[in-house]
C-alpha cells in the first residue's frame, strides 16, 4: 500500500508557474514509477508526465512537452511537477500517481488530487 498527498495547487495567472509535490508512505518509494495526471471539469483523466523509478527516465505529454517537468527525490519520497507558462487549458486537477510499471496506463495508486486553476 502506498499513500500518496499531493500540495503546491493554486491560482496563477496566465504565464505564471507553479510546483507540484507529491509526498509517498508506503511501500519503497524507488520501486514504482511515478506520474502526474489531470483532470479538467467535464473532461476524462488525462496522463500528464511520468518519472522511472530511479529517475533516469522521463515522458510526456505533447500538450506540457516544454513547459512542465517532472522530477523526483527519492531520499524524501516526493515526486514534484514544475509548470511553467502556464495556460488556461492547464487548468485540472492534478493528482499523482504510483504505477508498478513503466508501461502502465493507470495509477495503482492515487493521490487525492490538488486543483490548479490558470486565469487569463
Known amino acids: 500500500q502506498v499513500q500518496l498527498v499531493e500540495s503546491g495547487g493554486g491560482l496563477v495567472q496566465t504565464g505564471g508557474s507553479l510546483r507540484l509535490s507529491c509526498a509517498a508512505s508506503?511501500?519503497?518509494?524507488?520501486?514504482?514509477?511515478m506520474a502526474w495526471f489531470r483532470q479538467a471539469p467535464g473532461k476524462e483523466r488525462d496522463f500528464v508526465a511520468k518519472?522511472?523509478?530511479?529517475?533516469?527516465?522521463?515522458l510526456y505529454a505533447d500538450s506540457v512537452k516544454g513547459r512542465f517537468t517532472i522530477s523526483r527525490d527519492n531520499a524524501k519520497n516526493t515526486v514534484y511537477l514544475q509548470m511553467n507558462s502556464l495556460k488556461p487549458e492547464d487548468t485540472a486537477v492534478y493528482y499523482c500517481?504510483?504505477?508498478?510499471?513503466?508501461?502502465?496506463?493507470?495509477?495503482?495508486?492515487w493521490g487525492q488530487g490538488t486543483q490548479v486553476t490558470v486565469s487569463s
Open positions: 500517481a504510483a504505477l508498478t510499471a513503466w508501461g502502465s496506463r493507470s495509477g495503482n495508486y
Open positions: 508506503g511501500r519503497t518509494f524507488s520501486d514504482y514509477v
Open positions: 518519472t522511472s523509478g530511479s529517475g533516469r527516465l522521463t
